[in-house]
């Protein structure tokens, strides 16, 4: 049977992750550039605290916790990683969602296909005002938030609720997530799924609308 959902995590794969916005970051608290050191999975550089988590060492929330302490420190306040989004990206909340996901979500609703949202954070870290805000996610058919299922990704039974809402079996599903553990939990409940690279963001998105059946970004383009 033919993949009928395109579900997507919203952090690093809708939006650009921290790490490609660091220099907002630094600017915004005003700091030299190159004074944080954390670049994730960026091509070419180290983050041992990513590593840490990529081990399972430590969670994604924790990793993102002590980021936030660092530069609570660094700058002498007490701030959140709510704080720190909402501060280094300021009004234009769409500025950072990816042109790839919009094209991605709009070539997968042409084609018939349902799109979804399955991410851990969004209102713990955005905000449900920022939400609001995000026009793609007006778009889309559904939004499956941790913050509020309070069941996160890789527990087996988030992605179960994932498929009860939607109604279907996890087969019909094409996941796509940037963190290693959640693709792995995908996998495991019977769903398709593609590891997002934030060093290449079309072919990731290209390798998703491929497993759900209908033409990529460059042939849509083509």
Known sequence: MTAQVLLLDFGSVISKSLFETLEDIEATFGLEPGTLGWSGPLAGRDDALWQSMQRDEISERDYWYRRAAELSEQVGETLTIKDIIRRSRGQDVN??????????????????????????????????????????????????????????????????????????????????????RNITGAKASGMLAVKFDINTPRACFNQALTLLGIPTLDESVA
């Not at 094209?103 to 955005?126: C, D, H, I, P, S």
């Not at 988030?158 to 997530?177: K, N, R």
């Open 95 to 180: 500025s950072v969602i990816r042109p790839e996901a919009v094209a991605a979500v709009q070539t997968a609703k042409a084609a018939g296909r349902t799109t979804a949202v399955f991410t851990n954070e969004m209102q713990l870290f955005y905000g449900a005002d920022v939400i609001e805000q995000l026009d793609l996610l007006n778009h889309m058919d559904h939004l499956f938030d941790a913050t509020t299922t309070k069941i996160l990704k890789p527990d087996p039974r988030a992605y179960e609720m994932v498929c009860a809402g939607l109604g279907i079996t996890p087969s019909q599903i094409v996941f796509v997530d940037d963190q290693s």
